[in-house]
């Protein structure tokens, strides 16, 4: 385990985390703070399950040596996922995979211009060999990335596991209870 003291020396110019948790098992990156509309997502499932975790900008191009610096660390400290989300050419999650074997759960941000699609396909197209787990562009991305972490970690813990399966459970439910809402819409 890596010291924190000399994490933060390492990470000199990673500004304070808006969450953050004392021994995170996920982190959650994203290439600019415009990102976090998108990545907040992650960090909501994150916390409703109870996961430590830890948000962080990291740009991929304007950070280059921190980005590699994050992902050398991440399995020293503990990090069991990582959620990457960038957009336009979002080279972040392929990059950190790069440096880690901390599986590497990329979501593609919805970009000015082409809405998304270039960030998807900077995310998706890995070439053979290191690979990115790659999601729905935006909001459903990021929080399907966040439930796919705990479903990795549910794998060794059995009380997430039930968490999830309860949490799946109500989702049943509450799409079983639009039908009737239908009959009671205005119009
Ligand atoms: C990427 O460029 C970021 O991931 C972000 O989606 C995009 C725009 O960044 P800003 O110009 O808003 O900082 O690196």
Redesign the pocket.
């Known amino acids: 385990m890596i010291a924190r003291g000399l994490l933060q020396s390492r990470l000199p110019s990673i500004p304070e985390p808006p969450v953050t948790s004392a021994a995170p098992v996920v982190g959650v990156l994203?290439?600019?703070?415009?990102?976090w509309e998108?990545l907040q997502h992650a960090t909501q499932i994150l916390a409703e399950f109870g996961v430590p975790h830890e948000a962080r900008v990291v740009?991929?191009?304007?950070m280059p040596d921190d980005m590699f610096a994050y992902a050398e660390a991440a399995a020293g400290r503990g990090l069991r996922a990582i959620i990457a989300?960038?957009?336009?050419?979002?080279?972040?999650p392929g990059m950190l995979a790069a440096k880690t074997l901390v599986p590497v759960l990329g979501v593609p941000?919805a970009?000015?211009h082409l809405q998304g699609v270039d960030?998807l396909h900077s995310i998706v197209q890995m070439p053979k060999g290191v690979p990115v787990a790659t999601f729905a562009i935006g909001a459903a991305g990021a929080a399907n990335a966040a439930l796919f972490a705990v479903a990795l970690l549910a794998h060794d813990d059995a009380a997430l596991r039930e968490q999830l399966r309860a949490w799946r459970a109500r989702q049943t439910e509450a799409a079983r209870a639009m039908s009737a809402e239908l009959g009671r819409a205005p119009g």
Request: hydrophobic share 30%; proline share 0%.
């Open positions: 994203m290439g600019s703070s415009s990102d998108t740009s991929a191009h304007r989300g960038a957009g336009g050419a979002a080279h972040l941000v970009s000015r960030s």
